[in-house]
């Protein structure tokens, strides 16, 4: 979990978690309901400096992510581009025989927005996430009212998670020791059955898990503890600086 | 021209662009901040009935079963595990399982969409799959649509005394396959075709995502199947335990 690591070491981290998550989110609404070229470039380069420099995530492992979500962005902004009909349309088409492949002046800058958006609201999501482990997320969502069972379930499958991977990391590692992933039937059969030992040891765990809760006195009530740091009014200002500059790049932009 | 050679020749061209562009095929998640904020609040409202039915499924289980909270918090990783791991694959790309409809026929669709929202946030904020805005309508397709499918169809099946292993087999393929229509759809909704509207707009994104969606609804299939055969010999009083009926 590559994300989760840089969060845990990113410089950001020791910002007011709360603040984070209404910085990012607020951005995020703001890129979506503008839906302008020029806003969206700004905020892309504004969060992706942020991360990197202030964040220290390493340029490498940050581009790695960014390409994660490009090919599905960049299909389908494609199809929103392309404009399929019986007839020519558009400046630019090529004929296909039966039918016509047209690129409109329309089409083309619903795309061009479209794919300019979901970069920015890509790289707003990790700023948040590239900064923020999710155990102070999730008590962000707690002072939210959120649920008590839905933070609590949130908190404890966060935890369980890592255990997981590391069960099934090494039920795979010794599968692939026995040829286990030769040839697609094999692949197959492995899978299977790693995933299925895998849920057998994960209702075992987690009977262990009740166990030790209920030893440590389990009453139906789970508190965790997380780190807080202090919100700065320097962080306010600069949040402030940077909308009032958002405000007026969504009035001048495309 | 026909229907037929119409769908053919839509298919060619856009199988020729995913190959050219896309060498890993994607679970359907709609990425961050690609829906207009309407959609968003609309998936969102849409999905509330059904997360509040589960919450309150949840809580009644807790109530009768204070030992159902690691239970289901197990059950919640699990999922996310096994849809983060790569599957077997035909063409050598990397893909992914959905998980939910093993969720659904194994926990009920109640509970699932509660662990399948709490899985999406996750997979947004770990992986990079999906994100915040586009929550609420990922998890109306893939915690919600795709597992209630899914749940119905093994429901079904196992009335009419259909071999379980095809049950199984139809719905979870069936499943992931609705997943993919709501995704496609919602898509449409929210970026219609100039000339042709919803409908013309939801036939391209089907086309364009069938390639990597139909091998994978059958792969996922088979694995489900796999799954479920090697759960059933191995783990009976546990499937037991959390509300399986074998």
């Avoid at chain 1, 979901?118 to 008590?139: D, F, H, K, R, W």
């Avoid at chain 1, 255990?163 to 010794?174: A, E, G, P």
């Avoid at chain 2, 093993?102 to 009920?108: D, N």
Wanted: aromatic letters at 12%; charged letters at 10%; glycine letters at 6%.
């Amino acid at each position: 979990m590559l994300i989760d690591y840089y969060a845990q070491l990113s410089g950001l981290r020791k910002y007011n978690a709360g603040a984070k998550a209404a910085f990012a989110f607020l951005n995020l609404c703001i890129v979506i309901a503008v839906n302008k070229i020029t806003l969206s470039l700004f905020v892309m380069a504004f969060m992706s400096l942020a991360t990197l420099l202030k964040g220290k995530t390493p340029l490498k492992v940050y581009a790695k992510l960014m390409s994660i979500p490009l090919a599905f962005i960049v299909l389908s902004s494609v199809m929103i581009g392309i404009e399929f009909s019986s007839h020519p349309l558009g400046k630019y088409f090529i004929s296909l025989h039966f039918i016509y492949a047209g690129i409109t002046q329309n089409s083309a800058l619903t795309a061009a927005r479209v794919f300019f958006k979901a970069m920015a609201g890509i790289s707003s999501l990790y700023l948040l996430s590239l900064s923020t482990p999710i155990n102070e997320i999730v008590t962000v969502l707690e002072k939210l009212r959120l649920p008590k069972i839905f933070t609590e379930l949130m908190h404890l499958i966060y935890r369980y998670i890592f255990i997981l991977f590391d069960t099934v990391f090494r039920m795979q590692t010794s599968a692939k020791a026995r040829l286990g992933f030769c040839g697609f039937k094999t692949s197959c059969k492995s899978f299977a059955m790693v995933a299925g030992s895998l849920f057998i040891s994960a209702l075992k765990k987690s009977q262990a898990y009740y166990d030790a809760l209920l030893s440590r006195g389990y009453d139906g009530r789970l508190e965790f503890l997380s780190e807080e740091y202090p919100l700065k009014a320097s962080h306010i200002l600069s949040a402030a600086i940077y909308y009032v500059v958002l405000f007026l790049i969504a009035k001048v932009g495309v | 021209m026909t229907k037929l050679q119409n769908f053919i020749l839509r298919t060619s061209v856009v199988l020729s662009i995913v190959f050219a562009v896309c060498p890993t095929a994607f679970a359907m998640h709609i990425m961050e901040g690609y829906l207009p904020p309407a959609m968003c609040i609309v998936w969102g409202v849409v999905c509330l009935p059904f997360v509040l039915k589960g919450l309150f499924t949840i809580k009644k289980i807790f109530a009768e079963n204070r030992r159902a909270i690691t239970m289901l918090a197990m059950s919640g990783a699990f999922i996310f595990v096994i849809s983060a791991l790569k599957i077997p694959s035909v063409t050598g790309s990397c893909s992914h399982m959905t998980g939910t409809g093993l969720g659904a026929i194994l926990f009920g669709p109640c509970t699932v969409s509660i662990l399948g929202i709490i899985v999406l946030i996750f997979q947004a904020i770990l992986l990079a799959h999906g994100g915040l805005t586009t929550l609420g309508a990922n998890t109306f397709s893939m915690a919600i649509a795709g597992p209630l499918l899914s749940y119905g169809i093994f429901r079904l099946c196992k009335k009419l005394n259909v071999n379980k292993k095809v049950g199984v087999f139809l719905a979870a393929s069936l499943g992931d396959l609705f997943t993919y229509c709501i995704t496609s759809l919602q898509l449409a909704i929210a970026y219609p075709s100039e000339n042709g509207g919803v409908l013309a707009s939801a036939a391209e994104f089907l086309d364009v995502f069938a390639p990597t969606q139909l091998p994978l609804a059958i792969v996922e299939g088979i694995l489900t199947v796999l799954i479920v055969m090697a759960l059933e010999s191995y783990a009976i009083p546990e499937l037991k335990a959390i509300g399986y009926e074998a």
